[in-house]
């Protein structure tokens, strides 16, 4: 199994900037893709970035966050990170880590196996 915990969500304004960490624990070697999805009430989690935890540039974005995002891993602390900047109003949702043990990063949530319990980002104007 794979534990996967969020931190780093909370209250910001139109334009700020947040940083959200998944602590990955467990049996970590089947983590091999990472990605953060995001979920509004009444919606589906929509796919946000993802990367590969073997290391490279193997990283992933939704257009929805190409150019404002950057999603990272520190594989000796077990940690990924998704660096959100000129943050809208839209952004606003609970935002989950996800792993999973295939080969590859997908947009589809259906496959990833292990899933964190997600952070609230509201986003003010």
């Known amino acids: 199994q794979v534990q996967l915990v969020e931190s780093g969500g909370g209250s910001v304004q139109v334009g700020d900037s947040l940083r959200l960490s998944c602590l990955v624990s467990g049996r970590t070697f089947s983590a091999r893709a990472m990605a953060w999805f995001r979920q509004t009430p009444g919606k589906e989690r929509e796919f946000v970035a993802g990367i590969l935890r073997s290391g490279g540039s193997n990283t992933y974005y939704a257009d929805s966050m190409k150019g404002r995002g950057s999603i990272s891993g520190d594989n000796a602390k077990n940690m990924v990170y998704l660096q959100m900047n000129s943050l809208k109003p839209e952004d606003t949702a609970i935002y989950y880590c996800?792993?999973?043990?295939?080969?590859?990063?997908?947009?589809?949530?259906?496959?990833?196996?292990?899933w964190g319990q997600g952070t609230q980002v509201t986003v003010s104007s």
């Open positions: 996800a792993a999973r043990s295939g080969f590859g990063v997908t947009v589809v949530a259906a496959l990833y196996e292990f």
